[in-house]
């Protein structure tokens, strides 16, 4: 059972509070979902729970007779780890109970079995993709069956393989203990109607305590809370903001016969060819691990591939090979991109090094191109932010760039639904000012409305190139 009452929370370096006379009640066997807007106070919530952060004020009561009472799956899984190994990862919280040998090695491979883990056993965690991660973050705090179990966002890198996964284990500990307790934070509201109870935060506050359908029924609270995006004709951006130098219109960036693995030659790629052209969307799709996010890094240049896979094809038929400066990533973490002591200054880095200052006008413009208020997160430490506040800030950080190609690795992980819908509208705004555009993403509902054509990735079968049609014309469930 969890006791809340008056609950009040403020970061040492904000001055507004994070969570706001908190009062909650949860009892034993109950399973609830969590929804809110980026910075609305759900992480901080969870992590009082947990024991991560101590209340201001108020008080935060657990009854359990576990020795481990909580077990948390952080939003972004690296967060969490602390072996090199899956193997390593699983039994390190057993080995620090002091179970038995004979009994972590069961649990090891039991938990592998379920998780569809096992071919991962002998891996190097920084080898996974981000769904494999979350994934093993899941089964390490499964594995030692905690009282109470806090999900925060978890879903957000898995495919759809991943989550059917998830529920069906989340089912499986249920029926082994049916006090557990589920505290599931989300912003898809597929998830949420899975739960019976349902809590809405806003602006550090619980504004709502309901089922989920009834919550879902009533838009003006969705649109007020921004767990809904009003429909409205796209906003213009100002050109110059985010014009190039370049000024060929009609240049593509070519991909002509990618070869690539890691564990074995060519095993993610053997003969990959493709254009990205400006003006146009391209969308990278695929279950965990099929090498979405090393496309990405090899486009950027983060990873080197043979002379003259990459090039840079103009009208006039000229072919030059890519650089650096052609194209610009939003990274699958956006915090792994961050690195200077403020927001301003992380918008401000890359012009600077192409000796372009960016004004303290331009530098707000960039931020309401994102949905984030200047005055509030200016000054504010990047890391400090929330994790949606972090995504947004990234694409701020990779517009200011002013790149021809932009390359987005699940852009939508971790945003609510507002930043869903101020990402759609800025993307396919670049679109219509002649930026090339590609998108890594699991929501099929995302990319079918955005995507001009597709790049179908899979562990079991060569890749393939899919215009619009034959894109409909394929089930979801690759995702």
Not at 72 to 96: C, H, R
Not at 221 to 231: A, Q, V
Request: charged share 25%; aromatic share 8%.
């Amino acid at each position: 059972m969890i006791q809340i009452e008056n609950l009040t929370y403020r970061y040492p370096e904000n001055s507004t509070f994070a969570l706001q006379n908190i009062n909650l009640s949860v009892k034993s066997g109950e399973s609830l979902a969590v929804m809110g807007a980026n910075g609305s106070g759900k992480s901080t919530f969870t992590k009082i729970i947990a024991s991560l952060l101590k209340a201001d004020r108020g008080k935060c009561e657990i009854q359990s007779k576990s020795i481990l009472p909580v077990g948390m799956i952080f939003q972004n899984p690296d967060n969490q780890f602390v072996a090199m190994t899956v193997e390593k990862e699983l039994a390190f919280t057993m080995e620090n109970l002091g179970w038995e040998h004979e009994k972590i090695e069961f649990k090891i491979q039991k938990t592998l079995d379920e998780f569809k883990l096992t071919e991962y056993r002998k891996r190097l965690i920084s080898e996974l993709s981000g769904g494999e991660k979350q994934r093993l973050a899941i089964a390490s705090v499964m594995a030692v069956s905690p009282d109470i179990l806090i999900l925060d966002e978890p879903d957000s890198f898995l495919d759809r393989s991943g989550q059917k996964i998830l529920f069906e284990q989340l089912g499986y500990v249920k029926q082994e203990n049916q006090n557990l307790i589920i505290i599931h934070v989300t912003q898809y509201k597929e998830i949420a109607k899975k739960y019976n109870r349902m809590l809405v935060f806003y602006d550090g506050e619980i504004v709502a305590d309901e089922t989920p359908e009834k919550i879902f029924s009533n838009l003006s609270f969705l649109l007020k809370t921004k767990l809904d995006y009003p429909k409205s004709s796209l906003q213009s951006l100002d050109s110059n903001l985010i014009k190039s130098k370049q000024t060929n219109e009609n240049m593509s960036l070519a991909v002509k016969n990618l070869k690539f693995g890691y564990i074995e030659p060519y095993d993610l790629y053997n003969s990959l060819s493709f254009n990205i052209d400006k003006g146009k969307i391209t969308a990278v799709i695929g279950e965990s691990g099929s090498g979405k996010s090393t496309l990405i890094s090899i486009l950027n240049k983060l990873i080197d591939v043979e002379k003259n896979t990459l090039s840079i094809v103009s009208s006039d038929s000229e072919v030059r090979e890519v650089k650096s400066s052609d194209a610009a990533s939003v990274f699958q973490q956006p915090e792994k991109q961050f690195f200077l002591p403020t927001v301003k200054e992380e918008i401000q880095f890359g012009p600077r090094n192409k000796k372009e200052k960016l004004s303290e006008i331009e530098i707000k413009s960039y931020l309401d191109l994102v949905g984030l208020k200047y005055s509030d997160i200016a000054e504010r430490d990047p890391i400090t932010l929330s994790g949606g506040e972090k995504r947004r800030l990234a694409f701020a950080v990779v517009l200011a760039l002013k790149t021809d190609f932009i390359l987005f690795d699940e852009p939508t992980c971790g945003l609510d639904p507002h930043g869903v819908g101020i990402f759609t509208e800025l993307v396919e705004n670049l679109k219509f000012l002649n930026k090339g555009i590609i998108i890594v993403s699991h929501d099929y509902r995302l990319v079918r409305d955005i995507g001009d054509s597709f790049i179908l990735l899979s562990k079991k079968s060569h890749p393939k190139i899919l215009s619009k049609s034959d894109f409909l014309n394929q089930s979801p469930e690759f995702f």
